[in-house]
């Protein structure tokens, strides 16, 4: 069966994460022992005992769902699980789906993407910025409703997650209005979330050009297995492009619902989550109920998958 892999990005961490898969499989601890010896710190411990706060710091978040999701990306491949036919990841997820691709090296990735989240940080202040949820409204009423009140700030819809799921990010003040407008205009809900960094809007444009330098030193190359980006939910072979892809992604919208609708055209028939929880996993159920998608995560999860699209017993 052609299996397409997908990759979650900030949101899905959590302490403890990994850990019955770590204790199953050694790969797990090798691979963050890996992204440790570049990052400085050990980031497994991190992951396994906090404290909460410093794991939700979008500079120690970013390696540490990186290394997940390249971990569980190691152990399905080590199991003699499929290859895929095509990647793609969430936001940060784009880094694990090069690596798992073949187009980056993990330790290389882990301090570029330890740096990408510093440098998201420091584009808006704390306070400054702001990220909210809105649910039950098309894609088009959400987009209208932040162009119309843009005259208080940056505001715009920064993920269409699923079809009535979007998220919006700018200036805190902006998305503030913003969220009162969307209720009224019949939403089920519009709640902020608890991130200060608003990525992929206008404001994180600055962080993207600091990103790009460290991009060009970083030795991409063309990947192995094709992997749709975020800023245009098409595959690039070419460095350069992949390049500016990855500096696009930190001030555009990410496509999601286009990214699960493409993943399909280029030939996936099911799907595999690689990291903790099942974010993606319950977002293509809300994008293409046809589309199954396996969320692997602990030794359960990875067993069933692989005799569901292995055959095994």
């Known amino acids: 069966m052609s299996v397409g892999f997908v990759f979650p990005g900030q949101g899905s961490q959590s302490i403890g994460m990994l850990a019955a898969l770590a204790g199953a499989e050694p ?18 411990r991190l992951c396994q005992e906090g404290p909460e706060e410093r794991l939700n710091a979008t500079e120690q978040t970013q390696p540490a769902m990186l290394a997940a999701g390249v971990a569980v990306w190691r152990v399905w491949r080590a199991r003699g699980g499929a ?79 699923a079809p009535g799921q979007v998220v919006i990010a700018g200036h805190a003040g902006a998305v503030h209005v913003a969220l009162g407008k969307l ?4 939403a089920r809900k519009a709640l902020p979330l608890p991130m200060s960094v608003p990525v992929h809007c206008e404001l994180m444009r600055p962080a993207a050009e600091r990103l790009l330098a460290r991009l060009r030193a970083a030795g991409i190359t063309a990947p192995d297995i094709p992997v749709l980006h975020n800023a245009d939910v098409q595959p690039h072979h070419d460095p350069d492009d992949i390049v500016a892809a990855l500096g696009a992604q930190l001030y555009t919208p990410v496509r999601w619902t286009r990214t699960v609708q493409a993943l399909r055209e280029a030939g996936a028939r099911t799907l595999v989550e690689c ?21 692997v995560h602990d030794p359960k999860s990875l067993d069933e998958a692989l005799v569901t699209l292995e055959g095994r017993t």
């Open 27 to 44: 790969l797990v601890a090798e691979t963050f022992a890996e992204a440790s010896e570049a990052l400085g710190y050990d980031l497994w």
């Open 183 to 186: 209720r009224e205009a019949g």
């Open 83 to 161: 290859p895929p036919v095509v990647c793609a990841g969430h936001s940060l997820g784009e880094y694990s789906a090069l690596v798992a691709a073949g187009a980056l090296e993990f330790a290389t990735a882990a301090a570029l993407v330890q740096a990408r989240g510093r440098f998201m940080q420091e584009a808006v202040p704390a306070g400054e910025g702001a990220i909210a949820a809105v649910l039950g409204l098309d894609d088009e009423v959400v987009t209208d409703v932040c162009a119309r009140v843009s005259g208080a700030g940056v505001v715009a819809a920064v993920n269409y997650n």
């Open 275 to 295: 990291g903790p929880g099942r974010v993606l996993t319950g977002l293509v159920k809300r994008i293409d109920r046809d589309l199954p998608c396996h969320a």
